[in-house]
C-alpha cells in the first residue's frame, strides 16, 4: 500500500477561500510580519502536508530536539529545523510586543498575505549552533552557513494556516502530497521511488532511474526536481524543468514515470538534507527514495556515501535505493559502475556536472555517453544558470 504520511497522517493547514478573504480585509489592522524566501516555501509546505507531521513553525523544545537528536520531541526522525527566523529588524522589534494566541499575518515582501500564524512563542538561538548541528561546519563559504551567519537569531513559533498555492513551472502544475497521494491510487501504484534531483539530467541520472523502473518492488517512478530557491551556479529552476520535460517525453514511459516539480529551496546539508527530503517525499506517498553520491551535497564539506549510511542511522519508513556512483564505460559500451565494470578508470567517461558545464562552455559537441541530445540543446541556450542577486 502507498505509505502512511510521516506521524501517521498528513497534516494540511489552509486556508478557506472565506477565511482568506476576512483576514485580508482586516490586514492593515493585524500586527504582521514580512518572511524571506525560504520561510515563504516553508509556510507553503507547512500548509500543504509536505512537512506532516508539523502544523507549524518550531518552538524552542523543538528545535533543540531536532538540533540535538535528529528527532521531533515525540521521538520521530527529523533532520532540519522549519523555524521562522525574522531577517528584519523592524520585524523581531514589534515581535517583542506579540503575545502567546495573537494571530500574526504572515506577508512576502509585498505585503501580500501569504498565511497566518497562531503565535507561542518568541525566542533566541544561536546561529554558529544551527548551523554546526544542520550543515556540520560552520565555514561561511559553504552556501546556507553564510546566510545563517548573515542572518537572524531571533524565531517566531506557532501553528500556522497558509494560503493554498499551486504553482508551476515550464507549464508542469505542482502536484500537492493529497493530489499525489490520489494520483497514485488512480493509477494503481502502491510502491512509487522518489527520484530527487536539482541539476539537468545527464545519462549517469537516467541510468539510476532506469535501474530503479527495473526492480519487481517499484510500480513506478516519481521524478521530483526542486525548483524553489538554489545557489548561485545553479541551474535555473526553468530551465531544470524543460531539461526533465524533454527526457521524460522522449525517454521514459508514461505508464510508469511522473514529473512534478517541488518549490522549496534547497538545504546543502547532505546526509542530514537526503534524510529530510526523503521525509518529503514519503508525505507526497513514496514508498522508495533513490539516494545517489553525494546527496544534497555542495563543494567538499561531506562525505559523499555519508547520504547512504543516514538511513541505517534513522528508520523513516522509506526504502533507501542506494546507488554508487555511475560512468560510461568504452570497453563495455554501456553505463556501469564499479560493482559490475572490471575496466581500468581510463576507460570510463565521467558524466559529472563539471564535465558538462566545460564542454557546454568550450561550445563543442557534447557526446551522447554525456547528455540526451534534446538535454544538451536546452542547455546551450543563454543564461542557464543562476546569477549573483537572482534568488
Not at 68 to 93: F, M
Not at 157 to 170: C, H, K, M, N
Not at 335 to 352: E, L
Request: glycine share 8%.
Amino acid at each position: 500500500m502507498i505509505p502512511q504520511p510521516h506521524g501517521g497522517r498528513l497534516i494540511e493547514r489552509l486556508l478557506s477561500e472565506g477565511r482568506r478573504a476576512e483576514l485580508e480585509s482586516s490586514l492593515a489592522s493585524m500586527p504582521s510580519v514580512v518572511l524571506g524566501v525560504d520561510q515563504l516555501y516553508d509556510l507553503a509546505k507547512i500548509g500543504s502536508g509536505a512537512y506532516s507531521p508539523l502544523e507549524g513553525f518550531m518552538d524552542s523544545a523543538t528545535f533543540r530536539s531536532v538540533l540535538d537528536h535528529g528527532r521531533l520531541p515525540t521521538g520521530l526522525p527529523w533532520s532540519l529545523p522549519i523555524h521562522l527566523p525574522l531577517p528584519r529588524p523592524e520585524d523581531r522589534a514589534a515581535s517583542e510586543k506579540f503575545r502567546p494566541g495573537e494571530t500574526i499575518a504572515l506577508v512576502d515582501g509585498h505585503q501580500r498575505l501569504r498565511g497566518v500564524l497562531h503565535f507561542d512563542e518568541r525566542f533566541r538561538f544561536d546561529p554558529q549552533r544551527l548551523a554546526e548541528a544542520s550543515f556540520g561546519t560552520v565555514d561561511p563559504t559553504h552556501p546556507n552557513v553564510g546566510e545563517i551567519l548573515r542572518g537572524s537569531d531571533v524565531a517566531l513559533a506557532g501553528r500556522i494556516e497558509a494560503v493554498p498555492d499551486v504553482p508551476s513551472f515550464a507549464g508542469v502544475p505542482e502536484l500537492s502530497p493529497r493530489a499525489m497521494r490520489e494520483l497514485f491510487q488512480q493509477k494503481g501504484w502502491k510502491s512509487v521511488a522518489a527520484y530527487q534531483c536539482r541539476n539537468p539530467p545527464h545519462t549517469a541520472h537516467e541510468y539510476i532511474q532506469r535501474l530503479t523502473l527495473e526492480r519487481e518492488d517499484v510500480d513506478a517512478l516519481l521524478i521530483h526536481p526542486i525548483v524553489g530557491r538554489l545557489k548561485t551556479g545553479d541551474y535555473r529552476p526553468e530551465v531544470i524543468m524543460q531539461a526533465y520535460q524533454a527526457l521524460v517525453k522522449g525517454y521514459c514511459s508514461p505508464e510508469r514515470v511522473l514529473l512534478s516539480p517541488l518549490t522549496i529551496s534547497m538545504r546543502y546539508a547532505g546526509p542530514k538534507a537526503a534524510l529530510f527530503l526523503a521525509i518529503v517525499r514519503k508525505n507526497f506517498g513514496c514508498s522508495h527514495y533513490i539516494v545517489g553520491r553525494d546527496q544534497a551535497g555542495v563543494g567538499k564539506f561531506y562525505d559523499p556515501y555519508a547520504c547512504h549510511r543516514i538511513f541505517d542511522q534513522f528508520d523513516i519508513g522509506v526504502t533507501p535505493l542506494r546507488y554508487e556512483e555511475s560512468f560510461f564505460c568504452r570497453t563495455c559500451q554501456s553505463m556501469a559502475s564499479t560493482k559490475v565494470c572490471p575496466h581500468p578508470a581510463t576507460d570510463r567517461v565521467d558524466t559529472s556536472q563539471t564535465r558538462i558545464r566545460k564542454a557546454l562552455a568550450e561550445g563543442g559537441e557534447i557526446p551522447v555517453e554525456l547528455l540526451r541530445p534534446e538535454v544538451a540543446a536546452i542547455l546551450r541556450q543563454p543564461n542557464v544558470l543562476l546569477k549573483e542577486g537572482d534568488n
